[in-house]
């Protein structure tokens, strides 16, 4: 068996820690509070049943306890929730390239973005057939992104493509120099076009 008062002091402390104080704005949680009114619920029927033979606890504590405990099952959709966050929790706030996403305002808090952008792509999978290997599809990948990254850019990806296309098939930009062509240093690279007086 684990210890309950351990649980409640782990809840008793976010409590205490987020209790509003006269004048002040801090918001109670909402989850600790509940957590302490269910374990004292349940501390409260095991005072009526204390010293009481074995059966009868049981019995009280499966008509009285049972729903204090099963009303966050831990197959219900909060559980899984819970747990969910619980289970990722490094990938949320951790970065594995960059670091913590607090400390870096490049990371986005979601990644809608790139799953709107992919959506079109993984709906018409099977019209990407023609890329006919592993290798075509990897490469397929790799431009469909670059594609979807440009407007993220600030890029126009039609203007973005056709420059990379005039200078990488001809030679104009060697293999070291690619790097300047994504669509973020392309951006940056780009002469300032004059504006129109007109």
């Known amino acids: 068996m684990f210890c309950r008062a351990h649980t409640q002091r782990k809840f008793y402390d976010i409590h205490a820690a987020t209790r509003p104080a006269p004048g002040h704005l801090t918001r109670e949680s909402p989850l ?3 957590a302490l009114r269910r374990i004292a619920a349940l501390y409260a029927i095991e005072a009526e049943i204390r010293g009481k033979p074995a059966e009868e606890r049981r019995q009280v504590r499966q008509q009285r306890s049972g729903p204090l405990v099963e009303r966050v099952s831990g197959r219900s959709a909060s559980a899984q929730a819970i747990r969910y966050a619980l289970n990722h929790w490094d ?4 970065d594995p390239l960059r670091g913590s996403t607090l400390d870096d305002g490049r990371l986005a808090l ?15 999978r099977k019209n990407a057939l023609f890329a006919g290997a592993d ?3 990897k490469r397929w990948a790799i431009i469909a992104s670059l594609i979807q990254t440009a407007p993220l850019n600030g890029v126009d990806p039609l203007a973005w493509l056709t420059d990379v296309l005039e200078r990488v098939v001809p030679g104009r930009t060697r293999r ?3 790097e300047s062509l994504l669509p973020w240093n392309w951006q940056a690279a780009r002469p300032a076009e004059p504006h129109s007086t007109a």
């Open 32 to 34: 600790a509070a509940e």
């Open 135 to 137: 290798s075509g599809g």
């Open 91 to 94: 990938g949320l706030i951790v």
């Open 176 to 178: 070291h120099e690619l």
């Open 110 to 124: 979601d990644t809608n973005t790139v799953e709107r952008a992919s959506r079109p792509v993984t709906l018409t």
